[in-house]
């Protein structure tokens, strides 16, 4: 008893001396303290500084002075940010101060054997958008997202309505899911069209993923494919920083009824595009260095590059996809033709097998075959399943995403850089005009001045359009950069995949091998078991020396 008393006590000294350490003296560490640390500190850092915490906690509802209070408890030293037990001690304050006691650090003392108090405080997404806007108005050309936090965004799903649609023109519908909006909606395809639109016209210079085609009299599998890249389409937006907050998508994910899409076209008729309501577009000149626009082709080459090998590994998936099908076919052939021999009773009738009952022997042993050769089938369609949904929507997701960069600097190059030309080839043009006319002594009319300021003001438009172009495209690169973390999950499914699949084949593979070995049942087998081994021991492969004997 003494030394269970001793070890417990050194272990409660141990835990008292790492909370001193921390900061914290008392009471044990909720799961909410961790989740707003995750949630605020900025990535790459273990310290939260002055101005996010400020921004947080303004969401307790707390006066600045008692803010202000907390805050000089929890950094004495005036560094000017917090560690993270730094942190956990200002929400417990927090919590404290909510509750009308003094901000004190011995007003903990009351929760030295229980769970330190949780302060009334925004929702941990909340938290982190509040960080993100405040990381973007200090540091506007850095996208401040790892890939995790990307996921965390939303997760949607589209399921396929299992009877089309219409009384006399039948359709297709989804539905579809979306967990951070919680709501579940039936959707057309042209409603995911008008979705498309919508977007592109309001976000020129964004990854808008590519819409898969609509086909008139489609067939079931191409129904599946589109169905697959419906759900990639909309992940790709609803885990975009900047797509996944318009209004547009989350009516979309939310309005319920019909003719949708219809009813957004009508509401975001001729909308106007990012660059006359982003903030940013106004500065863009001065966000975009020259190291910028020195860098936008190594990066668009690079990309091109990691969209080569990744359209590579999609087309292994694709085949890993359709190998495990084709084995499915032919499992499930040779399962119905095991069966049929199985039912045959003409094969045993005695004009035909005279007095060999050999056959007789082994109809039982062909529908035992025939029924782990349908189980075959079934493990290698479940194989394709899981090859699908763990590999091949991975990697295609991916690649559809650096599809939107390639898409994206294509759209730039067309709509802003060509412009761009043209539009300084005319002021020059005017410019050398206005030269020649000065030399002869003459001047413009009142007509040809106001064409010339025209376009000079038509010029600077689209100057500034180019740079606020380019600083998109910086951003929007970044997030390319950003996925390329989901890679190793990719091949973490192609593993855990092949994996699976080779296990539960090898199972029955072994189920199989104990049914032929004792095939036919008495002499039958035990002739075939002497004929394999002498055909055996007679192979080229058993008469050939090794070199090392």
Not at 286 to 313: D, F, P
Request: one cysteine or more.
């Amino acid at each position: 008893f003494r030394g269970r008393s001793f070890f417990a006590e050194l272990a409660n000294r141990e835990r008292t001396h790492v909370l001193n350490m921390a900061g914290l003296c008392f009471g044990t560490i909720p799961s909410l303290y961790r989740e707003v640390y995750s949630g605020i500190c900025p990535s790459g850092s273990s310290r939260i500084p002055k101005a996010i915490w400020q921004r947080c906690f303004k969401t307790t509802s707390l006066p600045d002075e008692t803010l202000e209070r907390i805050w000089g408890v929890c950094d004495p030293s005036g560094t000017g940010s917090l560690t993270r037990d730094g942190l956990y001690k200002s929400l417990a304050l927090s919590a404290v101060a909510q509750e009308g006691r003094a901000v004190e650090e011995r007003a903990l003392k009351s929760f030295r054997d229980s769970e330190l108090p949780t302060p009334t405080i925004a929702t941990v997404a909340e938290l982190r958008d509040t960080c993100l806007k405040l990381h973007r108005v200090k540091e506007p050309t850095e996208l401040g997202l790892v890939y995790d936090e990307l996921r965390s965004m939303d997760d949607v799903s589209v399921t396929l309505v299992p009877e089309k649609q219409g009384v006399v023109f039948k359709h297709v519908e989804y539905i579809v899911e979306s967990k951070a909006m919680k709501s579940s909606v039936r959707r057309r395809y042209k409603d995911f069209e008008s979705l498309y639109e919508i977007l592109l016209s309001k976000y020129p210079y964004r990854l808008i993923p590519r819409i898969p085609p609509k086909k008139v009299a489609a067939s079931s599998t191409f129904i599946e494919q589109r169905r697959r890249a419906l759900k990639r389409f909309l992940l790709l937006i609803v885990r975009h920083p900047v797509l996944a907050k318009d209004e547009v998508v989350r009516l979309f994910l939310t309005t319920t009824g019909h003719e949708v899409g219809g009813r957004l076209k009508d509401k975001f008729k001729n909308p106007a595009d990012e660059f006359f309501f982003n903030e940013q577009a106004r500065s863009a000149e001065k966000l975009v260095t020259e190291a910028n626009r020195r860098k936008y082709e190594r990066v668009h080459e690079g990309i091109t590059l990691v969209h080569r090998i990744i359209s590579w590994l999609l087309q292994a998936a694709h085949n890993l996809e359709g190998r495990s099908m084709g084995l499915s076919h032919d499992m499930k052939q040779l399962s119905a033709g095991l069966s049929t021999l199985a039912t045959d009773s003409s094969l045993i009738a005695s004009w035909t097998s005279g007095s060999d009952e050999a056959w007789a022997h082994m109809r039982g042993d062909c529908q035992r075959l025939a029924d782990k050769f349908s189980i075959l089938s079934r493990k290698a369609q479940e194989q394709a399943a899981r090859e699908a949904v763990w590999f091949t929507d991975s990697v295609h997701l991916f690649l559809d995403l650096i599809t939107s960069y390639q898409d994206l600097c294509d759209r730039r190059e067309r709509t802003v850089q060509r412009k761009h030309q043209k539009a300084l080839a005319k002021v020059q043009t005017m410019v050398t005009y206005k030269e020649h006319m000065e030399s002869q002594r003459k001047h413009m009319s009142e007509r040809e001045d106001s064409r010339m300021l025209r376009r000079d003001d038509e010029l600077q438009v689209i100057e500034k359009r180019n740079f606020f172009s380019l600083f998109c495209l910086d951003l929007e690169a970044q997030l390319v950069h950003v996925n390329l973390a989901q890679l190793p999950g990719i091949f973490q499914g192609l593993v855990a995949s092949q994996i699976r699949g080779c296990s539960e084949f090898t199972a029955v593979w072994e189920e199989l091998k104990a049914i032929v070995d004792s095939m036919g049942g008495g002499e039958l087998s035990s002739r075939r078991t002497k004929t394999v081994s002498t055909s055996s021991d007679d192979s080229p492969l058993h008469q050939t020396r090794s070199p090392f004997q």
